[in-house]
């Protein structure tokens, strides 16, 4: 079965601080893609930031990166300088390049972030 | 480029009826995907549709059904409505099929309460 875990669903960080979110996934394939996506109080869902599975090196997005460890199916992300506008609900995610998965997204059931000022 | 549209934001209906919800992909964007959103379940994927066929289904019931046009456009429905249906549905639309980092892009999602 495919899974995805987050296993803090609430975390705070101090503004200007940082922050790690965890997550670990499961899955029997070797090539999938990784993605963390952020969901603002009603609003859109939009993509943080993706990690390819063959790819050794950790992404970053500005403040954002990764901390991918295959071996151990996990995928964290750190948020560096905390900003008031990193409050959210983060999902981790990964996906299958197969064709009969198409375009689904295995989901983890969230983190909520609160960033205080 | 406008980003993906669901109508109705909201709705509300009891236990029995049926409902249709409607999602507007990204202009040239072939995939749109449903997901339900619960507290505490994260995203359950519904169903995929790629250039007006189903192309992957998830683990729920007949009830859910979809469909897409030659537009792209994409409708779900949920007939014989229950209490658990209640939920964020939410839409995703990506450029094209399964190979690379297709990014989905999310719509603002229905929110349905089932009375």
């Known amino acids: 079965a495919q899974t995805v875990t987050q296993s803090q669903p609430e975390m705070s960080v101090q503004e200007a601080e940082t922050v790690t979110l965890s997550c670990t996934y499961d899955?029997?394939?070797?090539?999938?893609?990784l993605f963390w996506y952020k969901q603002p109080p009603s609003r859109q869902m939009i993509l943080v930031i993706r990690?390819?599975?063959?790819?050794?090196q950790n992404a970053t997005e500005n403040r954002f990166s990764v901390n991918f460890q295959k071996a151990a199916k996990s995928f964290s992300l750190k948020i560096s300088d905390s900003q008031l506008g990193d409050a959210a609900m983060y999902f981790c995610a990964y996906r299958l390049p197969r064709v009969d998965t198409g375009n689904q997204f295995y989901f983890g059931t969230g983190t909520s972030l609160t960033v205080i000022p | 480029k406008a980003g993906v549209t669901q109508t109705p934001r909201y709705l509300i209906k009891t236990r029995g009826q049926q409902v249709t919800l409607s999602c507007s992909p990204i202009?040239?964007?072939?995939?749109v995907s449903w997901y339900q959103q619960t507290p505490g379940q994260g995203l359950q994927f519904l169903f995929e549709y790629f250039s007006e066929t189903q192309r992957n289904k998830g683990n729920f019931p007949g009830r859910f059904s979809g469909r897409q046009f030659s537009n792209s456009r994409s409708e779900m429905n949920v007939s014989t409505l229950e209490l658990g249906d209640s939920a964020l549905y939410l839409c995703?639309?990506?450029?094209?099929?399964?190979?690379?980092?297709?990014?989905?892009?999310f719509g603002p999602g229905t929110r349905l309460t089932v009375l």
């Open positions: 202009s040239g964007h072939r995939s």
């Open positions: 995703a639309s990506s450029l094209t099929g399964t190979g690379g980092r297709n990014e989905q892009f």
């Open positions: 990690q390819e599975a063959y790819k050794q």
């Open positions: 899955t029997s394939e070797s090539d999938y893609y």
